[in-house]
């Protein structure tokens, strides 16, 4: 099972972009789907981007669509998202995930991957 450490997180201010990283170790980072979620305070983990095993493939949710992008490195094993025109409704916890497949698709949602990151704090200010 790969093990997922992310970093790039901060506090920074609305209208500013932030890049997060994750970066797997411990197994084939290339056999994982990978995907970003965030947990606000006091609410449940929402899915905001996630990629195919080779990152020929992207999902994004509505709520975040054209102001992030999620891309990987595999021959770096990490795996990146890039958040632009950030909101004070953008501050969470943000965790990477990881999903071992054998297929070229991406998955939205929090049970269908296996393993976590611990995450990392982004926090906009108005």
């Known amino acids: 099972q790969v093990q997922l450490i992310e970093s790039g997180g901060g506090l920074v201010q609305a209208g500013d972009s932030v890049r997060l990283s994750c970066e797997g170790s411990?197994?084939?980072?290339?056999?994982?789907?990978m995907g970003w979620f965030r947990q606000a305070p006091g609410k449940g983990r929402d899915f905001v981007a996630a990629?195919?095993?080779?990152?020929?493939?992207?999902g994004y949710a509505d709520s975040v669509k054209g102001r992030v992008t999620i891309s990987r490195d595999n021959a770096k094993n990490t795996v990146n998202l890039q958040l632009n025109n950030l909101t004070p409704e953008d501050t969470a916890r943000y965790y990477c995930?990881?999903?071992?497949?054998?297929?070229?698709?991406?998955?939205?949602?929090?049970?269908?991957?296996?393993?976590w990151g611990q995450g990392t704090q982004v926090t906009v200010s108005s």
């Open positions: 995930a990881a999903r071992q497949t054998v297929t070229g698709v991406w998955y939205g949602r929090e049970y269908e991957y296996t393993a």
């Open positions: 411990g197994d084939i980072f290339s056999d994982y789907a």
């Open positions: 990629i195919t095993r080779a990152g020929t493939r992207k």
